[in-house]
């Protein structure tokens, strides 16, 4: 599996960005989604998550109600918008899929497969 994140960038703080996670290599629908993201001298943590049909998504508490997941399965891609953003989002964002068997959604990196490049969002206060 092929992963390409996009649409990182630098924006000021209240304001959002859309991004982008384009899949390859296997059937999209056989994938569960997810965002990570690190900060400088921090562990890479869970931002969101969502299921193979995209009818079951899972939020950090930290972006609950200000980032949205959600997946095209026609175009191979998730994405992630991320409204009302904060210095404190600053991070390297990543995508990552999850080709086993659970039905839910995994929180922890390890039980992810495969990952993106990672993509630098920058909220400036």
């Known amino acids: 599996v092929q992963l390409q994140a996009s649409g990182g960038g630098l924006v000021q703080a209240g304001g959002s960005l859309r991004l982008s996670c384009a899949a390859s290599?296997?059937?999209?629908?056989?994938?569960?989604m997810g965002w990570f993201r690190q900060a400088p001298g921090k562990e890479r943590e869970f931002v969101a998550g969502?299921?193979?049909?995209?009818?079951?998504?899972d939020y950090a508490e930290s972006v609950k109600g200000r980032f949205t997941i959600s997946r095209d399965n026609a175009k191979y891609t998730v994405y992630l918008q991320m409204d009302s953003l904060k210095p404190e989002d600053t991070a390297v964002y990543y995508c990552a899929a999850d080709v086993g068997f659970y039905s839910g959604i995994y929180t922890s990196r390890q039980k992810y497969d495969y990952w993106g490049q990672g993509t630098q969002v920058t909220v400036s206060s």
């Open positions: 969502i299921s193979r049909s995209g009818g079951t998504t």
């Open positions: 290599g296997r059937t999209f629908t056989s994938l569960t």
